[in-house]
């Protein structure tokens, strides 16, 4: 495991906030990102075999962005919210460009929203 995986999956590790998820690959967004963001994921496997998801992070705007955190909200089988954890989207995620992603899951589950709960703009200013 290279030093940027270890990590990147230690502080995936310590952002885990607890739940249960597994879902074909979707996008969404909150209001306050969707103007900036799209994000598209599927669920997966990690090599030990233990649940993630995986996708992009796509900026759709002029302006670059770093410290994008990623809510995933992890959904039961009637879509109600049974758990959350969190991610990280490391390196800048540059103007018109997207930016590789991965999150570990506690345990799979019905479904998933994933969304980018914060971020700050590249060159001063920020948003959520």
Known sequence: MTARRLGVATA???MLVGGAG????????????????RVEWQAGKSRKGAPILEG?????RPTGATDVRLLVEILDAQGG???KT????????????????????????AGY??????????GGGGGM
């Open 12 to 14: 995936v590790a310590l």
């Open 22 to 37: 597994g879902a074909a690959a979707q996008t969404y967004a909150t209001p306050k990102t969707e103007a900036q963001f």
């Open 56 to 60: 992009y992070v796509y900026n759709t």
């Open 81 to 83: 919210v049974i758990g």
């Open 86 to 109: 969190y991610g990280v989207v490391f390196g800048v995620v540059n103007a018109f460009d997207r930016v590789y992603f991965d999150v570990a899951l506690p345990v799979t589950g």
């Open 113 to 122: 929203r994933v969304s980018v709960s914060s971020f700050e703009l590249r």
